[in-house]
């Protein structure tokens, strides 16, 4: 057999073994957007796109400083998923809070380690409540540097527990703090 065809079937197993582990009427969504800072020193975020709310960064540790600024921490969401990419939470939009867990990566300017050069970090959900209790899913942010501020997008999916089966796309946002 050669490697095309090892991957093929490899990649044809994990598909089929995650269709079998999301649960019966379960939907999925797949979720992009922005991030803006409210108070970056607090951690507190506003979120637009496919997801719509506060996000709220719950705890954070440094990592490392060298070669790559690195944190890991723990964030919080609390809103709604915009299935109808209408801009506002509606009657049928998922809604509670969603927990994450994060790892940040971030390029610092040398001689000023205030100018990110370029951020990128890692979202697993760890938990939800409300419509978002039992979800699963993993958002990645990017983050970079426009003037004295910074710009960050997301994207990911959110898988629900209940609810229509019918996947869908929606836009969403996300953010991070010096860069996630």
Request: proline fraction near 3%; hydrophobic fraction near 35%; glycine fraction near 12%.
């Amino acid at each position: 057999m050669d490697r095309w065809t090892r991957a093929l079937i490899a990649g044809a197993t994990i598909v089929a073994a995650l269709a079998l582990a999301t649960p019966a009427g379960a939907a999925t969504y797949q979720v992009d957007g922005r991030q803006k800072a409210v108070d970056a020193d607090a951690g507190t975020y506003k979120m637009s796109g496919g997801l719509i709310g506060r996000w709220v960064t719950t705890s954070s540790e440094e990592v490392a400083t060298d070669p790559y600024y690195e944190t890991t921490g723990t964030e919080r969401f609390r809103g709604c998923l915009d299935r109808r990419r209408d801009g506002k939470c509606g009657a049928n939009d998922p809604s509670g809070t969603l927990s994450f867990s994060f790892r940040l990566w971030a390029l610092l300017a040398p001689n000023d380690p205030t100018t990110l050069i370029w951020g990128a970090c890692w979202h697993p959900v760890t938990g939800g409540t409300g419509d978002f209790r039992g979800a699963q899913g993993v958002l990645t942010f990017v983050d970079w540097q426009v003037g004295d501020s910074v710009r960050t997008k997301y994207l990911g999916t959110i898988t629900t527990s209940g609810g229509n089966a019918v996947r869908r796309t929606a836009t969403a946002t996300a953010a991070m703090r010096t860069g996630c």
